[in-house]
Structures are given as structure tokens and as C-alpha cells.
């Protein structure tokens, strides 16, 4: 060869696909395929085109002989007499005459093609210096991911041909093509086929990920990788597929691109089949989803095992949640997916605070929930005075609260009434109003507390009893409301108002001498009753509203 040739004796299909050895300066250094087709073109061979560096589809496109000069060539690349594909110079026959000879064949099965962003998302437009031929690999990047729809690929202003993955359907989903992420497929006819399938790709990894070991497989072994392969192999779109019922055992129609979506509220068992039931290939997969809040719980026939990894049970892990089996001997199968966790309990993984009245809607893979919650608080007494008089007003006492686990019997949806805070005793000797129950569905009740009572003027001692706490019942556990304490007169100028319950949300209004009463904090708390030590009459405070707080567990 030519010193300005490349140095290799002999490039084999594999080579030239990984890489060329040698480079023009006589180096040795290791030359990538995206330049294969304009390192052939550096060669002592394709070197007779530097006159006119032409191509042509056909043999009959090619020009006549006599108008072109001895030694120059030109390259047929599509013609469908396949002995015509390759490079032709024009030469001197017995009479003298100008005639293409044949030279040798095509010499590029790599074409490196450009998109640099001229066309669509999904209308792709992309250069080369070689023609895109069909039978020649053509490997481009995308300027930009495509969307959902169809793909077209135009090189050098052709006609647009459709992009097809490597089952032979066209591309729809949006991100088929990544952006920046190389791509090889070959023309053939109207449509540019992609020799890699990502999406097979990304299942044959994902089959990797979990597979390891050496599993039985009939006359000899094989590995879990080889498995994964099998299994792959069969990748491609997923046909979604909806069965409601509480019962399912598959059927071969299952196999590989169906994805059963199981549903019933109450929950699927799921019953893998014997061999001698229904003969699925070894190497099947089926796919499985949970559809609706009903768990699927999968169950082995008579003769079958089920092999899954120790920290998951053989259960799905919530709605929507996706799960394969892969069958790797007659009447055995490995596990993989989404699946519910073997942890003993439940794990905590959100909350919803109500303080106000609503409805609670139950989280996908929510399995139960822990409700902790108060009735409202009690208003306190109001008081009336005189001159030379005095009156102490008893506080409100402090709503009920409560703990409760619900694993059984859960809705969908559960309304949430919050208990309304207990009025103030008006000004005047009248009683403050009682607080109101919190309730979670028909699961639990938070009784409110009790208003505080009110007192006259007067100058005789006497107390104003304060409200009695709420007591729920319902509850796992249960806690009395703190109950509002008494207003105390001792004459006409000595007189102490009645504090507001507290229990653990909030606390109760404070006491006072000669003044309004206060409205309790935070939740389930007592307003405290009013005290007058003159001739003026005051209401007393307010309670405090309920509260639900509902933790969610997986």
C-alpha cells in the first residue's frame, strides 16, 4: 500500500466496526469507527476519486466515459445488480476507446452521518460525505430527543425514511432517540433500522442486575445471566392488559409482552400453574401489576417452587407497583420486581395534620395508620358585677384525646370532623359552651370538653364549679381531658377566675383577679373563666378547636 494509505494489511468486518489501526503519519495510535469512512477515503484505493470524488446509485448513472478523463473514478453504491456496488475508472479498452472498468468492491460499510438540529424532534435530518445506502451501518447522534409519534430520519435531503427499532416496529414513544447518544441502523428500502434497541437493552441490564450464580437447567447448568439473556431476548413492548377478579392463574397467551394488570379491591392471589398445567418455555416472563388498592399475593401450585430473595415477600408492594416471574426449569420460577417488603411492622411514610374539618384519602401502598387526636376545649364562665361585689367565673375543661392503630376495615376515603372550639361564656353571669367531638370516619371519637360555669356578683364565699374534661372510649388508648378548674370568691373585693383545661395539644387558659378570661393554645385546650371585682360585667375566654393527626404506614 501506499505510505499515505492506512498501514493495516487486512480489515476484517469486526475491525473495521471497532477500529482502525495505523493513521496516515505512520502512528500507531487507535483511530475510532466515527472516521472509518474518511480514513478509507485516505487510502492509495479510494485515493483514485480525488479527481472527482463522485457517487452514484446506479450503474446507468453513471456518465459516458469519453467525457471524463483516463484514471477517473467514481463509486456505486445502491445498485440493485450487486456485483455493479463498488469503484469504477475509466480506461483505454483494445481499441483505445474510454470505458468504465470495474476496480474492486465497495470499501466503507460505516458511514458517519451529522445531525446537527437542521430538522425535528421527530423529523430528523442528518449529513454524511458518503451516500447512505441500503445494507451500510449509518451511525449519527441526535441533535435532541424525540417526542411521542412517529420518527423519520432525511440524510442529505432524501426522502425521509421511518425509523423502526430492532423488532421491526416503528418508534412512538417520546425519548425513543436520546439526544447526543450515538445510534447505528441501516437503510432498507423506505425505512432506517436500528441495529440496537434500547429499550431491549434496558431490560437485558435490568435482568442482569438481579440475576448471579449458576441456577439448575435441565441436562446441564446454566448461569442466572444466561437466563437474563433468554429472557431478554424476548424483550420489546409491553401490552397492557386489564383482569378484575380476585383469583388469576396465567395462561401461555401471557407469556413475555403481556403486562397483566390485576385488580380487586380485596386483593388478587396470584397462582402459578405446574408445568403439566400450562407449558410455559422455559425462560418466560411474565409481568405482572397491581392495578387497584387490593394487594396481589402469588401462590405457587402443587409441585412448583418460587424462588424470591429474603427481605421481599412474594406479594406486590402497593398500587401500581410492577413485578416479573422468569421461569428457569419445568416447574420452577425466580421473582423480581416490585415486591412487599418482609420487615416485620410497618415503616412510617407520610402524615396529614387536620385542623379543620375534611376528608382523608388513603395513599397508594398505604397499609394502615395511627390516628392521634382531640375534641375541642370548653369555653370559660362569664361573670357579672356590682359595685362593692365581686364573682369568679369556672374555666373550660380540655377536650379527650385519643390513640388508635387501624390495619382493618380502612376506606379509600374517611371523613375527618374536627370538634369546634367551646364559647365563651358572654359577658354576664352565663356559662360557657362545651367543645366539640373530633371523629375519624367511624373508627374513633374525641369527646370536647365542658364549658366552665358562670358566677353572680356577690360578697359570700361560693366557687364556680369548671368543666368536666372529655372522656373518649374508642380509642387503643384514651385520655381523660383536663378538667377546668373552679372560680373561687372568698368576699366583695377577693376573687379568683377558674384556669382553662390542657392536655397534650394545648393549654388552658390562665387565671386572673379582675379581668376578661383568656382563650386557651394550641388544640383541645380550655378557655379560663373571667373575674369582676367591680361593677362590671365580663365574658369569659374561648376553647380551642380539635385536631386529627393521621400517620400513614407502607
Given amino acids: 500500500m501506499s505510505t499515505a494509505g492506512v498501514k493495516s494489511t487486512l480489515l476484517t468486518p469486526l475491525v473495521m466496526l471497532d477500529e482502525i489501526l495505523g493513521n496516515t503519519n505512520g502512528t500507531t495510535g487507535r483511530q475510532t ?3 472509518l469512512a474518511l480514513q478509507l477515503m485516505g487510502s492509495s484505493a479510494l485515493g483514485l476519486l480525488a479527481y472527482t470524488g463522485e457517487f452514484f446509485p446506479t450503474y446507468a448513472d453513471l456518465p459516458a466515459p469519453g467525457t471524463r478523463d483516463l484514471k477517473s473514478g467514481a463509486i456505486v453504491y445502491s445498485d440493485p445488480d450487486g456485483n455493479k456496488n463498488g469503484t469504477w475508472t475509466v480506461q483505454l479498452n483494445e481499441t483505445s476507446a474510454k470505458v468504465w472498468k470495474y476496480a474492486f468492491p465497495l470499501q466503507f460499510s460505516v458511514i458517519r452521518a451529522e445531525d446537527e438540529g437542521e430538522g425535528t424532534a421527530n423529523a430528523l435530518q442528518a449529513t454524511s460525505k458518503v451516500p447512505v445506502a441500503d445494507g451500510i451501518l449509518t451511525i449519527f447522534k441526535p441533535f435532541r430527543d424525540t417526542l411521542f409519534g412517529g420518527v423519520t430520519v432525511s440524510f442529505n435531503g432524501d426522502t425521509p ?3 423502526r427499532d430492532a423488532g421491526g416496529l416503528a418508534l412512538t414513544a417520546e425519548g425513543s432517540l436520546r439526544a447526543g447518544i450515538s445510534i447505528g441502523g441501516i437503510r432498507a428500502g423506505g425505512y432506517f433500522d436500528l441495529v440496537s434497541d434500547a429499550n431491549a ?3 437485558a441490564a435490568l435482568a442482569a442486575a438481579w440475576a448471579g450464580g449458576t441456577l439448575p437447567g435441565g ?3 446454566k448461569s442466572a445471566r444466561e437466563y437474563a439473556l433468554d429472557a431478554a431476548s424476548f424483550a420489546g413492548y409491553l401490552v397492557p392488559e386489564v383482569e378484575v377478579d380476585s383469583a388469576y392463574t396465567p395462561i401461555l397467551a401471557d407469556a413475555n ?4 394488570q390485576l385488580s380487586d379491591p380485596t386483593g388478587v392471589t396470584l397462582t402459578i400453574p405446574a408445568n403439566d398445567d400450562v407449558g410455559f418455555a422455559v425462560g418466560t416472563v411474565l409481568s405482572f401489576e397491581q392495578l387497584s388498592l387490593g394487594a396481589i399475593t402469588v401462590v405457587a401450585a402443587g409441585g412448583v417452587t418460587i424462588r424470591k430473595p429474603e427481605n421481599v415477600n412474594a406479594k406486590s408492594a402497593g398500587q401500581h407497583s410492577i413485578f416479573q416471574l422468569a421461569k428457569i426449569a419445568s416447574n420452577e420460577w425466580v421473582i423480581l420486581g416490585a415486591l412487599e417488603s418482609a420487615q416485620v411492622g410497618y415503616l412510617l411514610g407520610s402524615r396529614q395534620v387536620f385542623t379543620s374539618s375534611g376528608t382523608w384519602t388513603r395513599p397508594a401502598g398505604c397499609v394502615a395508620v395511627r390516628i392521634r387526636m382531640s375534641g375541642a376545649g370548653g369555653g370559660g364562665g362569664g361573670v357579672s358585677g356590682s359595685a362593692a361585689n365581686a364573682a369568679a367565673g369556672g374555666g373550660g375543661a380540655a377536650g379527650g384525646e385519643l390513640e388508635k392503630w387501624i390495619t382493618t376495615a380502612l376506606g379509600t376515603t374517611e371523613t375527618v370532623t374536627i370538634g369546634a372550639a367551646g364559647l365563651a361564656g358572654a359577658a354576664g353571669a352565663n356559662n360557657g359552651g362545651d367543645g366539640g367531638s373530633t371523629l375519624f370516619g367511624s373508627h374513633a371519637t374525641a369527646p370536647g370538653g365542658l364549658g366552665g360555669s358562670a358566677m353572680a356578683f356577690g360578697t359570700s364565699v361560693t366557687t364556680a364549679p369548671g368543666g368536666g374534661g372529655g372522656t373518649p372510649t374508642t380509642g387503643d ?8 378548674n373552679r372560680g373561687v370568691r372568698l368576699s366583695g373585693t377577693q376573687a379568683l377566675a ?3 383545661g ?9 387565671t386572673n383577679v379582675n379581668n376578661t378570661g383568656s382563650s386557651g393554645t394550641g388544640y383541645g385546650s380550655g378557655g379560663a373563666g373571667a373575674a369582676t371585682l367591680a361593677a362590671t360585667d365580663r365574658p369569659g375566654g374561648a376553647g380551642r378547636p380539635g385536631i386529627c393527626i393521621v400517620e400513614e404506614y407502607y
Avoid: C, Y
Avoid at 388508648?477 to 377546668?484: D, P, R, S
Fill in 257 to 260: 409482552n403481556k403486562l397483566k
Fill in 502 to 510: 390542657s392536655n397534650s395539644f394545648g393549654r388552658g387558659g390562665g
Fill in 33 to 35: 469507527v466515527d472516521d
Fill in 498 to 500: 377558674g384556669e382553662g
Fill in 219 to 221: 441436562p446441564g447448568t
Fill in 201 to 203: 437493552a434496558a431490560n
Fill in 477 to 484: 388508648v384514651n385520655i381523660e381531658g383536663g378538667a377546668g
Fill in 161 to 163: 425514511l421511518i425509523v
